[in-house]
């Protein structure tokens, strides 16, 4: 029986793009954290958490945790910035040609010429593409009914 790649992948792409998200953790004996994860081994699913809190309410700066303790990991922070439609924001509203596009779904992030990176922090780059590019994030965050 052949492995299916292409879910594999998938699940890949999606534990990267939690990485410096705030998740929740639950684990399997019924506790939990809260904090940024900050890197993870997906042979095994452990896990490391930055500036993380468990259930009791204690902090810690820095939590390990075994993956075959962990039933659950839940972002806890949604982004307004989505790669894929920031991208064909760029191609309707900013008359962007496709050709100069391309978007790296597993990190969510939209690379412009080569010389433009956007991601949900905002616009890496200098120079008259990187100001229309800037004035577009603006009009497309405002889209999502954020104030900037």
């Not at 052949?2 to 998200?21: G, Q, V």
């Not at 910035?81 to 924001?89: K, M, N, P, W, Y």
């Not at 990190?107 to 010389?115: H, T």
Request: glycine letters at 10%; aromatic letters at 8%; hydrophobic letters at 40%.
């Amino acid at each position: 029986m052949a492995i299916a790649a292409e879910p594999s992948r998938r699940y890949t792409a999606k534990l990267n793009s939690l990485l410096d998200k705030s998740v929740i953790v639950r684990l399997n004996n019924g506790r939990y954290y809260r904090g940024k994860l900050s890197g993870f081994d997906l042979n095994t699913l452990n896990l490391v958490l930055e500036t993380a809190e468990d259930n009791e309410g204690r902090r810690w700066p820095v939590v390990f945790v075994g993956g075959s303790y962990v039933s659950e990991i839940i972002l806890e922070e949604g982004s307004v910035f989505d790669a894929r439609e920031f991208a064909e924001f760029l191609v309707n509203q900013g008359g962007i040609g496709r050709h100069l596009i391309k978007v790296y779904d597993d990190i969510n992030v939209v690379e412009v010429g080569k010389v433009v990176r956007v991601t949900g922090s905002g616009v890496e780059g200098a120079g008259p593409m990187a100001q229309k590019i800037h004035t577009l994030y603006m009009e497309y965050l405002r889209s999502k009914g954020l104030k900037v």
